[in-house]
């Protein structure tokens, strides 16, 4: 690190386009067969997982 540079404001290169709203999002992107997953956590603690319904996935 340049010892100068301590203690200085440092000109972002993507800071306007952030602060305007115009900068892109990997979250932004849509590509042809994209999907998408979240994590569930269960509602009971050590709970088992008796059966798992995929026909919403499998669409």
Known sequence: ?????????????????????????TADRNLPGMVHAYGVFSTVASGRILRIDTTEASR
Do not use: F
């Open 1 to 25: 690190m340049n010892e100068q540079s301590i203690g200085q404001s440092v000109r972002r290169i993507d800071g306007r386009l952030k602060v305007t709203g115009a900068a892109p999002y």
